[in-house]
C-alpha cells in the first residue's frame, strides 16, 4: 500500500497545484475549476472519516480525494485515496435526509479534456454510504466520475 502511495506521489512529483472551489455566481453551486495539475491524496491508517445527517431534510456530503460541483480540470489529474485498516462512513437517517459520498471521485458536470487516474485502495478497511428511513437518499461514488443529472441525490440539492 506504501509502495503505491509513493510510487504515485513519485509520478505526479512536478505537478503544479491550482485552483480549488469557487462560489458560484448568485448563490449557486460551487464550481471546482483548476486549468492544470491537480494532485489529491489522502492517506489513511486505523483511522476513521465520519458523516452523519441525522435530522428531516438535512444533508450529508463527504469528499475523500475529490472535487464535487461542475468540474473541470483541462489537464492531468491523480486522485487517490489508500486506506489501511480505516472506516469512511456516510449515513442520512430520517425523512428527506440526503447522504452524498464521493471518494477519489468527481461529481458534477465533469470534464476533464485529459488524463484522469483515480485510485481507491483498500487493505482491511470498510467504505459504507447508507440512507435511513422513508425518503432518505445516498449516492456514493467511488474512483469515478459522475456527471449525471438525474443521479443527483435529490431535486432540492444540486450536489
Known amino acids: ?13 512536478g505537478a503544479a497545484f491550482a485552483g480549488g472551489s469557487h462560489s458560484a455566481p448568485q448563490g449557486g453551486p460551487a464550481h471546482v475549476v483548476i486549468n492544470g495539475n491537480s494532485l ?8 476513521t472519516v465520519s ?23 483541462n489537464g492531468n489529474q491523480l486522485q487517490l485515496t489508500a486506506l489501511e485498516y480505516s472506516m469512511v462512513t456516510n449515513k442520512a437517517t430520517n425523512g428527506d435526509a440526503v447522504a452524498t459520498q464521493n471518494v477519489s471521485s468527481n461529481l458534477g458536470l465533469v470534464d476533464i479534456n485529459g488524463n484522469s487516474v483515480q485510485i481507491t485502495a483498500a487493505r482491511s478497511s470498510y467504505i459504507t454510504n447508507e440512507a435511513v428511513n422513508h425518503n432518505a437518499k445516498a449516492v456514493q461514488n467511488i474512483a469515478s466520475n459522475n456527471g449525471c443529472d438525474t443521479c443527483k441525490p435529490s431535486s432540492k440539492s444540486r450536489y
Open 1 to 13: 500500500m506504501k509502495s503505491l502511495a509513493i510510487a504515485s506521489l513519485l509520478v505526479m512529483s
Open 40 to 47: 489529491q491524496v489522502a492517506l489513511m491508517d486505523r483511522s
Open 51 to 73: 458523516n452523519k445527517a441525522t435530522n428531516s431534510d438535512t444533508k450529508a456530503t463527504q469528499n475523500v480525494s475529490s472535487n464535487s460541483g461542475n468540474v473541470t480540470v
